[in-house]
């Protein structure tokens, strides 16, 4: 191979990636606002960006065991899929054990945003908001974390404290 061949393919490489980029005709579109907000379904911390609806453990015991017992067992002992349920205090060594929704993640309102956006595993984002907050509740009681009657909604769900709320450190620039 000659000097002058990496060089061709590489020019030839990037001439196919910038042809790959440019817009024209059946190489795409741009996505429209109705589109584009079918995605645009973040929840952070603080519960922006929560939607109208609530539910209760009670409630969310139903939807779990319709959608959710195949993946993640009767009581979220995670057979044959993920362990939602159990752990707390399983973070201490170096290689933590037990990662779980009660034992690893620090807002409530995290679990709600997986839940809608990528669950059921078979078919994300097919739940109703209210069956989210139900589920979200029922995985929160299970846990230990809210009782089986509370209601978990907009208001309520950014201030439940989690076991696990302050185990991670803050990102500072720089780190």
């Known amino acids: 191979m000659s000097m002058r061949e990496p060089a061709a393919l590489a020019l030839l ?31 952070g911390p603080d519960g922006v960006g929560l939607p109208p609806g609530s539910g ?20 979220g002992e995670g057979k044959p899929n993920d362990r939602l349920v159990g752990g707390v205090g399983a973070l201490a060594g170096q290689k933590p054990a037990t990662k779980t ?12 945003d997986y839940v809608r956006r990528a669950m059921p595993f078979d078919a994300p984002k097919s739940l109703r908001d209210e069956d989210v907050y139900a589920v979200t509740a029922y ?35 720089g780190d």
């Not at 990037?14 to 024209?24: H, S, T, V, W, Y």
């Open 13 to 43: 490489l990037a001439l196919a990636c910038a042809a790959a980029r440019a817009e024209g005709p059946g190489l795409g579109r741009s996505a429209a606002p109705s589109e584009i907000a079918r995605f645009d379904i973040s929840v």
């Open 56 to 75: 209760t453990a009670r409630e969310g015991r139903m939807v779990y065991e319709a959608r959710c017992v195949a993946c993640h067992g009767e009581k």
């Open 139 to 173: 995985l929160l009681h299970l846990n230990g974390v809210i009782g089986e009657d509370a209601t978990v909604d907009a208001a309520t769900l950014p201030k439940i404290e989690m076991p696990n709320r302050n185990g991670f450190a803050p990102f500072a620039p």
């Open 101 to 112: 929704v009660g034992s690893y993640w620090p807002y409530a309102t995290t679990v709600f």
